[in-house]
């Protein structure tokens, strides 16, 4: 069995000192169907196997351990780490050195966040739901006004596996017009194709973010390298991470 854990790193001009990235399925020590580093613990899993996969994460790859793992439930409030940790939240936010903000997904688009001075970041679990309502509008309002902010799309369900129903559509056109050019008609009568990536740059244009990377993976595709709820039902989760050393660790 390889334990190897592999991860996508973010790709940006992000500071130096902001470490972020998604883990993938590759390595871990979990069964299928969760076969890999399932790190979810409300998937079915044996949290045994869990709890070894996440020690696993902070050994392997030389994580502080400051690790809070959130009880997401698709809306949009966010924890202020380490000091206010909601017991329903889908975005983790934090100005403290070495404070891990995570969240978990298997087709919900993770969202990573820092300001251009590397003293501030977050992340965001945004599913369809949480997107349309404002998680990442909500996480943005965290940051300091006067320090631009960066953010990088990590892996989600692409725009060629994503089929919704006309209600999906409607919710988020009625928030943004814009929205009509991020879904295109299905081979399937009354469904749609939705592009996640393009709804969240959208969304992050409209509240002062420009700088956006990201938005190049698909879960649903990539058997491989992630799960995917849609694709599997049983399966297991992917963490996206982010934290920042202070400055004086840097080289």
């Known amino acids: 069995m390889n334990t190897q854990i592999e991860v996508v ?24 169907p969760y076969k890999g580093l399932n790190l979810g613990a409300h998937v079915g899993d044996d949290l045994g196997l869990v709890n070894q996969n996440r020690s696993e994460l902070l050994s392997q790859l030389q994580m502080p351990d400051t690790l809070i793992w959130l009880n997401q439930t698709h809306s949009t409030q966010v ?14 936010f934090t100005s403290s050195p070495n404070q891990i903000c995570a969240v978990l997904t298997a087709d ?17 679990h945004a599913g369809w739901r949480g997107l349309c309502n404002g998680v990442l509008e909500e996480t943005v309002s965290q940051f300091k006004k006067d320090d631009p902010v960066i953010a990088w799309l990590g ?3 692409g ?4 089929e919704v129903g ?22 399937n009568t009354g469904k749609w194709l939705g592009n996640l990536y393009e709804l969240a740059r959208q969304r992050l244009q409209a509240c002062g973010v420009f700088e956006i990377y990201g938005g190049d993976h698909c879960t649903f595709t990539e058997e491989d390298q ?25 080289s």
């Open 9 to 32: 790193e973010v790709n940006w001009s992000g500071p130096k000192n902001v470490r972020a990235f998604t883990t993938t399925r590759r390595g871990g020590v979990s069964c299928p």
């Open 159 to 162: 725009p060629e596996a994503f």
């Open 79 to 92: 924890a202020y780490l380490p000091a206010k940790v909601y017991s329903e939240s889908d975005a983790a």
């Open 155 to 157: 892996p989600a369900i």
């Open 226 to 250: 992630f799960y995917s709820y849609r694709r599997d039902g049983v399966t297991g989760r992917m963490a996206t991470l982010v934290w920042f050393e202070p400055s004086s660790d840097l």
């Open 108 to 124: 919900c688009l993770p969202v990573v966040f820092t300001n251009r001075s590397g003293t501030q970041v977050a992340v965001a």
């Open 166 to 187: 006309e209600e999906v559509r409607a919710a988020f056109i009625e928030k943004m017009t814009s929205a009509e050019g991020a879904f295109k008609a299905s081979k």
